[in-house]
RNA sequence: GGCGGCGUAGCCAAGUGGUAAGGCAGCGGUCUGCAAAACCGCAAUGCCCCGGUUCGAAUCCGGGCGCCGCCUCCA
């Protein structure tokens, strides 16, 4: 392992070369979902991020501990249970579970480590008591608070000064606050609500101190990445950031890495909007490898709009990759010489795509250099049917695409099976090729009139036949 | 108001000092019974605008204009 990596540090607002605490591990703490709800696009691609960086990792040799939590109390899972009668616990319960089948649906591995809050109460107690006994926090009433302005750092994430942070703001002023910037780490039970006995009384974690409490329990006090959605930068991480080295007096996560939002159609996607996607409603739409083509052909950093119009543009490329999988695995019993062009090309893609994913990840530009590949591969088909070097580019390919967690199926399932569920108009596989044997008889008989006729009808139909000359193909239109 | 970011062909999107990747759509050609796929070629004389630095800038600096995110729960 000695690839040098560099990647975006929000902190330091720069580029920076990723230098691991302990020689060849990586510590990773990612925020995950309060699971009041169903998960969203902006998780799936927080989601896909951070699962594509801890594949990219371990494929360059590092060992990576990915620690990624659910948050399982909280306010909203609080009101959401008044609201629908039902337990907070059984809420979050059932979140959970639908967070990691619609994870898993989208291609998603699972981290190293998927902690819950409620999970770890006394562990958040002990470090809650630790920041008191350092003085950074005071009990007020059943509640605890973290006093912002005994922390000097507070604001260096976010860039943000506090002393200017009243102006303008909607930040709620609560009279058991010392100062209006303060914010909870212990919120006192009322009636009816869940709660731990704590020495403050019954109540419940603060939002941000859970995050804290875990990434120090599995990675350190002081660990590699810390990563999440934009919008978590403030106030979330600034204030895990506080709390964690108020407690330990030791840096907190070295890098901090924070992937852009979606945008629906150019708006925000957000509650209010209305236009919130969940992923199961999206994978009825699009099929997997095709979401995740369209994450990671934005550089993590930017927005991503998502549309029926990009996503038509992903599936299309994603459909290119495949043909032209299906064209090289056919040429296999077509073996000839040795394509040094294409022997050259395949090297070159494989060092170019561990380069360019060695800078900030940049999934966008590897891409980029596989539809390079992609056309090499077809020029060789073209002059030569199969070679060895056919195979390395293939192996290459494959590589990548494990990385990306893309092009996993075999080509025909891709282009046949999987589309026929989706896209066609109730057609089965057999009628299919009882209409291409139909047509291939015409044809032998130069019955062009009716042989076209059957092309009609199943291009009506949304299949597309290709007549090769080792026999006739198809595969669904769109 | 404060902080951060973005503006590259019809659309999507890389590229952050060395003379514009890639995908989709389009046009011309080869191939084909016709198609499709594939390949070849064409397509931004220029990277929001105006100045500046430099031998050289989409890339750096200054000033505009436009858009967006965060500052409240949020991936």
Redesign the pocket.
């Known amino acids: 392992m000695e690839k040098k990596i560099t990647l975006y540090n929000t902190l330091t ?1 720069k580029s920076e070369e990723l230098v691991p605490r302990e020689k060849n591990k990586i510590k990773m703490y990612v ?4 699971v009041y709800d169903s998960a969203h696009l ?2 799936a ?2 989601a896909v991020t951070f699962d594509v960086i801890e594949r990219f990792l371990s494929h360059v040799g590092f060992e990576v501990t990915y620690v990624r939590n659910f948050t399982d109390i909280d306010d ?1 899972i609080i009101n959401r249970a008044n609201e629908t009668g039902i337990p907070a616990h059984e809420i979050s319960e059932k979140y959970i579970e639908e967070y990691r089948e619609d994870m898993a649906s989208i291609g998603v591995k699972r981290p190293t480590v998927e902690p819950k809050v409620t999970e770890h109460v006394p562990e958040i107690i002990d470090l809650i008591e630790r920041i008191i006994g350092n003085g950074y926090a005071y009990q007020s009433g059943d509640d605890v608070f973290f006093a912002v302005k005994k922390f000097k750092g507070y604001g260096k994430l ?4 506090p002393d ?2 009243l ?5 709620d002023i609560n009279e058991k606050k010392e100062d209006p910037l303060d914010f909870a780490l212990w919120k006192g039970a009322k009636p009816g609500e869940p709660f731990w006995e704590s020495p403050w009384g019954r109540g419940r974690p603060g ?1 941000h101190i859970e995050c804290s409490t875990m990434s120090m329990k599995y990675l350190g006090p002081s660990f590699d990445i810390h990563g ?9 991480h600034e204030n895990e950031i506080a709390q964690s080295e108020a407690a330990t007096g030791k840096e907190f996560a070295r890098y901090w890495v924070h ?1 852009g ?2 945008q629906i159609n150019r708006e ?3 509650k209010s909007v209305g236009n919130i996607l969940n992923v199961r409603d999206a994978v009825t739409m699009w099929n997997r490898e095709a979401i995740r083509l369209f994450f990671l ?3 993590y950093l ?4 998502f549309s029926d ?2 996503m ?2 992903s599936e ?2 994603l459909e ?1 990759l495949y ?2 999988l299906k ?1 090289a695995k056919d040429q296999r019993k077509n073996k000839n010489a040795d394509d040094s062009e294409l022997a050259g090309a395949a090297a070159s893609f494989g060092r170019k795509w561990v380069e360019t994913m060695c800078d900030d990840f ?1 999934t ?2 590897a ?2 250099n596989l ?2 590949l ?2 090499a591969v ?2 060789s ?2 002059s030569r049917g199969w070679s060895p070097a056919l195979e390395a580019a293939l192996k290459e390919i494959g590589h990548f695409g494990k990385t990306l967690g893309i092009l996993e199926y075999e080509p025909e399932e891709y282009l046949q099976t999987i589309k026929l569920q989706k896209k066609s108009a109730g057609i089965t596989e057999d009628e299919i090729e009882e209409l291409i044997k139909e047509r291939n008889s015409a ?1 032998s008989d130069k019955n ?1 009139k009716r ?2 006729e059957i ?1 009609e009808e199943l291009s009506s139909r949304g299949i ?5 000359s080792e026999g006739t193909i198809w595969r669904v239109k769109g």
């Open positions: 607002q925020c995950g979902p309060t902006g998780h691609r927080a909203k976010s860039k943000r000064d200017d942070m102006a303008g703001t909607r930040i939002w999440g959605g934009k919008d978590l930068i403030f106030p979330h992937n939002l979606i925000k996607m957000s052909s934005h550089q930017n927005p991503a709009d119009t990009t038509g543009e299309a490329a290119r043909i032209t064209r940049n966008a530009d891409i980029g539809f390079e992609t056309r077809n020029r088909i073209d044809r062009w042989a076209d092309r597309l036949l290709e007549d090769k």
